[in-house]
């Protein structure tokens, strides 16, 4: 199985030639029905949309998915407005820098 996420552009072409975030090698049998699969949980951060891949059916021509639980932590999806100051014409003595340092050249190595 593989999963991509924050993607609205996926389709089967597509798809083939991406790298996931990650990839899990399913069991083909398990009597309980009950698995739990190592998850990175750190490259899941900010997810808005989850596309699971199942590349293939253990050698059938159809497969049978019954449930897909997951786990994690819902968080509100916040969009804000980002506070920003652009300057149209800058005034070099509105910024000051320490001794006679001034512009491009200043802390450059």
């Known amino acids: 199985m593989r999963a991509f996420i924050n993607r609205d ?8 030639n991406m790298m996931p975030v990650q990839e899990w090698d399913l069991q ?4 309980t029905g009950l698995l ?11 997810v808005y949309s989850l ?6 059916t253990f050698g059938s021509d159809q497969a049978e998915i019954h ?16 506070e920003a100051v652009y300057e149209a ?13 001034q ?3 200043w802390n450059v190595s």
Request: glycine share 10%; net charge negative.
């Open 9 to 16: 552009d996926l389709d089967f072409t597509t798809i083939a």
């Open 67 to 82: 449930f897909i639980g997951l786990k994690g932590e819902f968080s509100e999806r916040q969009r804000r407005a980002v």
């Open 28 to 31: 083909e049998v398990n009597i």
């Open 89 to 101: 014409r800058p005034i070099p003595g509105d910024h000051k820098v320490p001794g006679d340092m």
């Open 103 to 105: 512009g491009a050249s």
């Open 36 to 46: 739990e699969y190592p998850t990175q949980v750190a490259k899941f951060n900010g």
């Open 51 to 56: 596309d699971l891949h199942f590349p293939s």
